[in-house]
């Protein structure tokens, strides 16, 4: 079979318009995303996506190496374009969105002496720019705050 009609293939497989569709929302929004992100901004292309497709879709991106799983304590497991330098990330304790942190403030060979670290990820928490915004200064947001 020659799969002339089907698309671009990635990994030898078909690239069907729902991983399309999940790859431009990778695209366009650079920071990791949960499976309810991408399937919310996914179905703005293709109404009829649901969560077990996403769900396929994600992982055959993750062993295709197109996208990296990140196990967040706080966020569940998110999903990111792969081949980034590294780095780490910053959760909203308020909007839940996760966002990325450029570089890394530890040291390569930090860990008690003797041993030897293979790796690490750091995952700071608090309020993004835009949840501070809407904060007032007793910590309500100003939607709560107003009578």
């Not at 969560?51 to 055959?60: F, G």
């Not at 690490?120 to 939607?143: I, N, Y």
Request: net charge positive; charged share 25%.
């Amino acid at each position: 079979m020659s799969g002339q009609g089907h698309g671009n293939r990635a990994g030898g497989r078909r690239n069907t318009q729902q991983r399309e569709a999940i790859r431009a929302v990778f695209r366009l929004d650079g920071r990791p995303l949960t499976v309810s992100e991408v399937l919310a901004r996914a179905r703005k292309a293709v109404p009829s996506l649901n969560q077990a497709t996403v769900y396929r879709n994600l992982n055959l991106l993750v062993t295709d190496g197109w996208l990296t799983r990140v196990a967040h304590p706080e966020a569940g497991t998110l999903y990111e374009r792969a081949g980034k330098d590294h780095h780490h990330h910053f959760y909203c304790r308020r909007c839940s969105r996760v966002f990325e942190l450029s570089g890394c403030p530890l040291p390569e060979h930090h860990g008690p002496d003797g041993c030897l670290t293979e790796g690490h990820e750091l995952f700071l928490h608090g309020l993004c720019r835009e949840c501070v915004a809407a904060t007032d200064s007793s910590g309500a947001t100003k939607e709560e705050a107003s009578p």
